[in-house]
């Protein structure tokens, strides 16, 4: 995964406006997007487009319901390593990305555990399939601690901009 700046954009509250909008809708074709903040189309689309030359706007997807598609297993995992190497380290992040399975995957600190992964399945016959056949072949890996989520509380992908400070 490449890396990614870590320079902090200030932005104005118009801006802020533009990521709220889209991060509620990212639908929005830039006409809709333009009233919604209260802009006139051609700055609203400049805005747009520097917003995702700064890197502040990633992509822009669509959400699917897991459920309705089979997909009814959650699973979040800990994942601990036998050597601690950037080789190591770089070798099962390439594999795991290589996993459709995976939603998410997180180097972390804290747990008697390496990586943290969101995982999702249609049953607990495909996890048992995915863990042993994918995960626990992967080189390095040395435990592996799995929870299931029977509900999903909060479930959003969007950040809070009230903590940024506005321009303007």
Same mark, same amino acid.
């Given at each position: ?53 700064? #890197? ?83 080189? #390095? ?28």
């Amino acid at each position: 995964m490449p890396t990614r700046s870590r320079e902090v954009h200030k932005l104005d509250r118009t801006d802020r406006r533009i990521l709220e909008a889209l991060q509620s809708d990212g639908a929005l074709n830039n006409q809709q997007l333009a009233e919604a903040v209260g802009l006139s189309p051609s700055p609203c689309l400049r805005r747009v487009r520097a917003l995702e030359e700064a #890197g502040i706007i990633l992509d822009r997807v669509t959400v699917l319901d897991h459920k309705k598609l089979g997909l009814s297993l959650t699973a979040i995992i800990l994942i601990g390593m036998d050597r601690h190497t950037p080789e190591r380290f770089e070798a099962f992040e390439q594999q795991v990305a290589d996993y459709p399975e995976v939603q998410e995957c997180y180097l972390i600190t804290g747990q008697d555990a390496d990586y943290m992964l969101k995982v999702v399945v249609p049953d607990m016959d495909h996890y048992h399939e995915f863990l042993l056949n994918q995960i626990t072949r992967i080189p #390095g890996v040395s435990g592996v601690h799995s929870s299931f989520v029977l509900r999903r509380v909060i479930d959003s992908t969007a950040l809070p901009l009230k903590y940024l400070e506005a321009e303007g």
